[in-house]
T-cell receptor, first 116, second 115 residues
Framework: AQSVTQPDIHITVSEGASLELRCNYS??????LFWYVQSPGQGLQLLLK??????LVQGIKGFEAEFKRSQSSFNLRKPSVHWSDAAEYFC??????????????FGKGTSLLVTP | NAGVMQNPRHLVRRRGQEARLRCSPM?????VYWYRQLPEEGLKFMVY????????ESGMPKERFSAEFPKEGPSILRIQQVVRGDSAAYFC?????????????FGAGSRLTVL
């Protein structure tokens, strides 16, 4: 069965510091991997996705993520965090090929707090 | 393009009442997914629909919950005889068929409170 683990429930970083949010997945086949961000009271916005090819993917808002098959990980990084990055971050895994849709399986999320 | 539109954004119901949540997918999208987010939890898949068809309802509770996506109009998630445990945020996502079907665009959600 597929699953996604985000080990850190809360993370606090100082503005301008670097950020890494962890994501580990369990999936029987080649997965598609996603990171979404949710601001309070809002929906989810897609930050980036990995389907194949270069294992380092660039997303919006200066985020990037690296797919490491050997570690079953897809960690999200940002070199310098801005106060506006404070939000909930969700890692998700989905099927690469499906006749029954592409429903995503989400982790429980990591809440990011940015301090001055 | 208005994106995925959900309404109402907030809904308050008393126990035993019915809740209807509506989702209009992005223009050109024919696939709709419903998710539920409980407090302090991630999103849990409920149901996947295409026009006039339920494709995968493996995440739907067996009773009181139903979903439809008619030929015309929005997709509707219906919860009958609501209970306090139904209080949650319900998110709709849509995608196109064919290429891009595996990239879901989410709406802002409908937050249901059951008193």
């Amino acid at each position: 069965a597929q699953s996604v683990t985000q080990p850190d429930i809360h993370i606090t970083v100082s503005e301008g510091a670097s950020l890494e949010l962890r994501c580990n997945y369990s999936y029987g086949a080649t997965p598609y991997l996603f990171w979404y961000v949710q601001s309070p009271g809002q929906g989810l916005q897609l930050l980036l996705k990995y389907f194949s090819g270069d294992t380092l993917v660039q997303g919006i808002k200066g985020f990037e993520a690296e797919f490491k098959r050997s570690q079953s990980s897809f960690n999200l990084r940002k070199p310098s965090v801005h106060w506006s990055d404070a939000a909930e971050y969700f890692c998700a895994v989905g099927p690469s090929n499906s006749n029954s849709g592409y429903a995503l399986n989400f982790g429980k999320g990591t809440s990011l707090l940015v301090t001055p | 393009n208005a994106g995925v539109m959900q309404n109402p954004r907030h809904l308050v119901r008393r126990r035993g009442q019915e809740a209807r949540l509506r989702c209009s997918p992005m223009k050109g999208h024919s696939h709709v997914y419903w998710y539920r987010q409980l407090p302090e939890e991630g999103l849990k898949f409920m149901v996947y629909l295409q026009k006039e068809n339920i494709i995968d309802e493996s995440g739907m509770p067996k009773e009181r919950f139903s979903a439809e996506f008619p030929k015309e109009g929005p997709s509707i998630l219906r919860i009958q005889q609501v209970v306090r445990g139904d209080s949650a945020a319900y998110f709709c996502a849509s995608s196109p068929g064919g290429p891009g079907a595996n990239v879901l665009t989410f709406g802002a959600g409908s937050r249901l409170t059951v008193l």
